[in-house]
């Protein structure tokens, strides 16, 4: 059953096959106490850019790999507020050093907020072998009977993959994420 979801869900998301794509590129580094905030932007497709925060603690190194956490923003706060940043002003810090040696890939962990708990879910479940743990940082609910118990009111519905409700539900994708450790916080 959980490769049926997996497979459905990947049919339902439609994603483009990309062939190669750049590596992410290092913009910028500003050193902070305990550690480094880096910007970094992935070239995902052709015309895209996507732009993410790198927290890099003292101490980590290509010797000393980190365990890693991708953090996903929801629909009414920025990268920048997830991280617990101050608002990127466009003004550019001095340039550090690349991020890749330091992420232990055996330690490699999603967590969305909101909104962003969707892409967490889905990569936790598209990536089993690279995702080790998701948290879950919203409510969980079946969408189907919240949008009956509303009346249809379509409020939340920006969380739903069109066509799913056919097939799978959130807590059926949730838990097809089994044994892959999931906390859900709210």
């Known amino acids: 059953w959980q490769a049926t979801i997996r497979s ?4 339902l998301l439609a ?9 992410p590129k290092h913009i910028w580094t500003e050193a902070r106490e305990g550690y480094s905030l880096q910007r970094w932007e992935a070239y995902p497709e052709p015309y895209c850019v996507a ?22 923003p929801g629909s009414g706060h920025s990268k920048e507020a997830l991280a617990g940043e101050p608002e990127l002003d466009g003004k550019k810090p001095k340039k550090g050093t690349e991020w890749k040696p330091y992420v232990d890939t055996k330690r490699f962990a999603v967590c969305g907020h909101s909104l962003g708990s969707d892409p967490a879910d889905a990569l936790g479940m598209l990536y089993p072998d690279r995702v080790h743990a998701v948290i879950h940082n919203d409510f969980c609910c079946n969408w189907r009977e ?8 379509a409020d939340g519905l920006h969380h739903v993959v069109p066509g799913m409700f056919a097939w799978y539900d959130a807590p059926d994708l949730q838990a097809a994420l089994a044994p892959c450790p999931l906390l859900f916080t709210e």
């Open 8 to 11: 459905k869900m990947t049919e």
């Open 15 to 23: 994603l483009p096959e990309v062939g190669e794509t750049p590596a």
């Open 51 to 72: 732009p993410f925060l790198l927290l890099v603690p003292e101490g980590v190194s290509a010797q000393s790999p980190a365990p890693t956490v991708m953090c996903f």
């Open 146 to 153: 919240r949008s009956i118990a509303l009346g249809a009111y």
